[in-house]
């Protein structure tokens, strides 16, 4: 429970894309020979699909492979090699931040590790992350060159945006004129109880802000076709994606058409991605719910712990009393249960309050996830009774 994987049956409801390709059907609609070289940034009807998804243009969509996270990872080291589009590189202009919302995803953080960027944190709230800290940090201090977002069902939170913060992000003044937004887009599908969130599109709304090249727009596949071969996209303005390509023209010979032909025919279009959505909701609501009601019987009435109810996403937030988290993920270990470090949603893997913990319920059967949530209680109580005895 690490990580937010699919379990095993919710992988099955593509099985049909091993076989949806007949021996000669590799031509896409635009007469593109999907064996051979060519076609950097991807099909067009692909494209088509993820702008459905994403409610943007299909020529404001550049393609990936099976990773959006590797795509993140491109952008900021040629940001930080060549520089954003005409700026100066930004490993020549010093130590450089980014605005890191916490609780956080973790692998936001090891990018910025890798390349030496410095995360300043700001909190997150119920509606996206402190929009007072984070104007005053962007628009005061030119180091500053990015700032992470999951805009719906935050990792893991799962909170989603509220239209006044999606605008108020997408109306900043950055001191760094070379500043962008990196808008995670991983989860913005994944609900499974109530409707899809809708939340204003921060290409639109940087447009209309004079901030049009601010944005970089990322999802994927990973959790809807094949997590180990999916295809992933990243939204950006037409001048950003001309930027772009220049890149991959010294980078790649093209991405693998071939995958990306069976997940067209596979689901057609958006409105065939979401129809498969629907089965994959089926399958996690109840582990959500499950680990909810768990939870509820268990410690709801001892105050030593709370946690998030989310409609959508892969986690639950779970925050034990202060000093508790990392005790607490210790005893599950002891008894078998693999967790999220303790740490990880906080840059440099510090939590200020040890009391974070970021549960993951897709993976494991239900039966599976009953027997680890219960062992899980009772750590919390015995980690808890530790804590209380000491003070």
């Not at 943007?56 to 060549?82: C, K, Q, R, T, Y």
Request: glycine share 8%; with cysteine.
């Amino acid at each position: 429970m690490s990580r937010g994987k699919p379990g095993p049956e919710q992988l099955d409801l593509a099985a049909g894309m091993h076989t949806c390709l007949a021996e000669n059907d590799y031509i896409s609609s635009d007469g593109v020979d999907c064996r051979n070289y060519g076609v950097l940034d991807g099909l067009y009807e692909m494209k088509e699909i993820f702008a459905g998804l994403l409610d943007v243009s299909p020529d404001e969509v550049i393609l990936g492979g099976n990773s959006s996270l590797s795509m993140m990872f491109d952008n900021i080291a040629s940001n930080a090699s060549h520089g954003v589009r005409d700026s100066i590189p930004w490993q020549r202009q010093g130590d450089i931040k980014f605005i890191c919302p916490v609780p956080g995803y973790d692998r936001h953080f090891s990018i910025c590790d890798y390349f030496h960027i410095k995360m300043v944190t700001v909190g997150m709230t119920p509606g996206g992350p402190d929009m007072d800290a984070v104007e005053r940090l962007v628009e005061s201090d030119p180091l500053i060159k990015g700032m992470w977002c999951v805009p719906i069902f935050s990792n893991p939170d799962g909170c989603t945006y509220s239209d006044d913060t999606v605008r108020r992000i997408a109306n900043l003044k950055p001191a760094a004129h070379d500043f962008r937004i990196y808008w995670d887009n991983a989860y913005s599908v994944h609900h499974f109880r109530g409707d899809r969130p809708e939340i204003p599109c921060i290409l639109r709304e940087c447009e209309k802000s004079g901030n049009p090249h601010m944005p970089l727009v990322f999802t994927s596949f990973s959790k809807i076709s094949f997590s180990g071969a999916a295809v992933s996209a990243m939204a950006t303005s037409k001048s950003n994606c001309d930027f772009i390509r220049k890149r991959l023209a010294v980078q790649s010979v093209g991405p693998d058409k071939l995958n990306q032909l069976r997940h067209i025919r596979f689901f057609g279009n958006a409105e065939g991605v979401f129809k498969h959505l629907v089965k994959i909701a089926d399958i996690i609501r109840p582990k959500f719910e499950t680990v909810i009601q768990i939870f509820n019987e268990n410690l709801s009435h001892l105050e030593i712990a709370n946690w998030t109810d989310p409609s959508g996403g892969y986690f639950i937030s779970f925050n034990t009393l202060p000093g508790c988290a990392a005790k607490t993920i210790s005893l599950c270990k002891e008894a078998g249960i693999t967790l999220t470090p303790a740490g990880a949603t906080y840059p440099y893997g510090n939590d200020p309050n040890d009391s974070n913990i970021r549960i993951a319920p897709t993976y494991p059967s239900l039966g599976e996830l009953k027997q680890a949530m219960e062992i899980f209680c009772v750590a919390v109580r015995i980690a808890a009774l530790e804590k209380q005895i000491q003070a």
